[in-house]
C-alpha cells in the first residue's frame, strides 16, 4: 500500500477544523493526516489536542508557507509516497482523494491539482478572485506552455519527488503558483483532476479585497523571477 498523507495548515480555524479532519476519517480512511498548526490565537490546537487529531504545533507563525513547507518535511521523514494539501476551512473534499491519487498513478504525473474550473461545479469563487485566476493561467501558459485552470487551488497532491522539492525550498506567501512555476521548470508533470468545492466554513480568508491588487503584483513578480532563475539555472 502507498502511504498518503493530507497536510492540513491552520491558521484560526476552530470553526472547521474537526468538520475537516471527520470528513477525511470518514471519505479517505487510508490516507493519514497532519494538521500544522501555524500558532492560532483561536482554539484551533485545543480542538485538536481535545479530539486527539494528530497536530503539529508550530511555536510561531510562519504564514500558509511555512506551515504547508513543515507538512512537506514531516512526509519526507516520514516516508510517505503521496502528500496533498488541504485547506483547513473546509473548502475541499476528501471524497476527491482517492480517485486524484488513482489518477496519479496511472498517468505517472508528479503533481495533480483539484481544478473546480474543469467542469464548473460547487463554489467558483469571487468575480474578483475568478479573474485572477485567469490571469495566472495566462501568465504561466505564457512562461511554460502548460494550461492550468486552476492554478490558486489549495488542493494538490504530489509524489515523492515533488515532497523532497518542497521540503526542501517552498514559497512563503500565497505560494501555489508560485510553487506550481517551480514544478514545471524543474520538469514535473503536472495535471488537474475535476473537483467541487464548497464555500470555506468559518474563519476569514487572508486575502481581502483590499488586498488582491498587492497579491496579484506580488505573485506576479515572484513567478517572473522563479521562472527566469530556473530558466539561467539550466544554462
Not at 498518503?4 to 480555524?13: G, K, Q, T
Not at 486552476?150 to 510553487?179: H, L, N, Q
Not at 487572508?206 to 497579491?215: A, F, G, K, L, N
Amino acid at each position: 500500500m502507498m502511504k498518503s498523507l493530507v497536510i492540513i495548515p491552520a491558521y484560526n480555524e476552530e470553526k472547521s477544523i474537526l468538520r475537516t479532519v471527520q470528513d477525511i476519517r470518514e471519505h479517505a480512511p487510508d490516507f493519514d493526516y497532519v494538521v500544522v498548526n501555524d500558532c492560532s490565537t483561536d482554539d484551533t490546537l485545543a480542538i485538536c489536542r481535545r479530539e486527539h487529531i494528530r497536530v503539529l504545533a508550530l511555536p510561531v507563525n510562519l504564514g500558509i508557507g511555512g506551515a504547508v513547507q513543515t507538512g512537506y518535511l514531516y512526509a519526507m521523514k516520514n516516508g510517505y509516497d503521496y502528500a496533498v494539501q488541504f485547506d483547513g476551512d473546509g473548502q475541499h473534499d476528501a471524497a476527491f482523494l482517492h480517485a486524484m491519487r488513482d489518477k496519479m498513478e496511472a498517468e505517472g504525473v508528479n503533481m495533480m491539482i483539484g481544478s473546480r474550473f474543469i467542469e464548473g461545479e460547487g463554489f467558483q469563487s469571487s468575480a474578483v478572485r475568478r479573474f485572477g485566476i485567469r490571469f495566472f493561467t495566462g501568465l504561466i501558459r505564457l512562461l511554460t506552455g502548460k494550461t492550468v485552470t486552476d492554478p490558486t487551488s489549495g488542493m494538490r497532491m504530489a509524489d515523492k519527488k515533488v515532497i523532497a522539492m518542497f521540503a526542501d525550498c517552498y514559497p512563503k506567501d500565497y505560494p501555489e503558483p508560485e510553487s506550481l512555476v517551480a514544478c514545471l521548470q524543474a520538469g514535473m508533470k503536472v495535471s488537474e483532476y475535476p473537483v467541487i468545492m464548497r464555500e470555506r466554513m468559518g474563519g476569514v480568508s487572508s486575502i481581502s479585497p483590499m488586498r488582491s491588487v498587492y497579491y496579484m503584483i506580488k505573485v506576479t513578480l515572484a513567478i517572473l523571477v522563479e521562472f527566469f532563475r530556473r530558466k539561467e539555472y539550466r544554462k
